[in-house]
């Protein structure tokens, strides 16, 4: 239960941050999610974000610094273990289920479903 | 990219927005939106793991059910309500970035499956890839050179 807890505050704060930045800078949501993506990965390469994740569980991974959290960390990791080659296939390695996820449910929503009116 | 205002001038604009209450709600209903997809997120993640996979397996399983979700509800035209509410609380989580690819999409589909499903899909998510993926290359270059 503690970790639906966790994952709420923390998901819940970089949401709330989010927010913020729109609301209070002209900050458009494109340039919002660049930014959040930016950001996680560079916590990632300064090992900080992997406390937040460490703490927060989904929390942390889902918002989008979680995704540059992902893609640093796997990009790290494979430096480890394949060296300098790593840091090209490291990143998209660890990332491939959310990103051809994303592309193919993407792509068979756009398909199946057609945009609902907008009042 | 965070210093673009400088202090002064960011004061100054917080001030003329201040009184206005609305930034509070939306505030409060991103927090609450976002902790509440961030909880979908922790269900899948703890039931993967229940069912004995690892952790990179259980980090996949969870972004592509999540993605599914978000592409899913943004295609029965409820994400877009949530979101009306919710403002970054359903932008910023990877369900946003799912509705990000499937609304444009499914917007142009009259311009073709090429030009219109096919590349507007990326209007947003290709900027997102662009950036996550050359920082990434960065940060794992750099920690080459310095774990040398």
């Known amino acids: ?119 | 990219m965070k210093t673009k205002m400088s202090s002064k001038q960011y004061e100054q604009y917080i001030k003329n927005k201040m009184p206005k209450p609305a930034y509070l709600k939306n505030c409060v209903a991103a927090f609450i939106v976002g902790g509440l997809i961030c909880d979908v997120a922790q269900l899948i993640s703890n039931t993967a793991k229940s069912y004995g996979y690892n952790q990179e397996a259980v980090s996949s399983i969870t972004a592509a059910s999540m993605v599914f979700l978000g592409a899913f509800l943004t295609g029965l035209g409820i994400y877009d309500r949530i979101g009306k509410f919710a403002g970054a609380g359903s932008i910023v989580p990877i369900t946003g970035f799912a509705n990000s690819i499937v609304s444009p999409a499914m917007e142009f589909k009259r311009e073709g499956f090429v030009f219109g499903v096919g590349a507007k899909m990326f209007i947003l998510a290709g900027p997102v890839l662009v950036y996550g993926v050359s920082v990434s290359i960065l940060i794992g270059t750099i920690y080459y050179i310095l774990g040398k």
């Open chain 1, 1 to 119: 239960m503690m970790d639906y807890l966790k994952a709420f505050l923390v998901g819940g704060a970089i949401c709330a941050v989010g927010q913020l930045l729109m609301d209070f800078t002209k900050l458009t949501p494109a340039r919002i999610l660049v930014t959040f993506v930016t950001v996680g990965a560079i916590l990632q390469g300064i090992g900080i974000y992997q406390k937040i994740v460490d703490f927060g569980g989904a929390g942390a991974t889902t918002p989008l610094t979680g995704f540059g959290y992902t893609l640093a960390k796997g990009a790290i990791k494979e430096v480890k273990e394949a060296g300098m080659l790593g840091a090209l296939t490291g990143g998209l390695k660890s990332t491939a289920g959310g990103i051809s996820g994303a592309i193919f449910f993407g792509y068979m929503a756009a398909l199946l479903f057609n945009p609902k009116s907008k009042k």
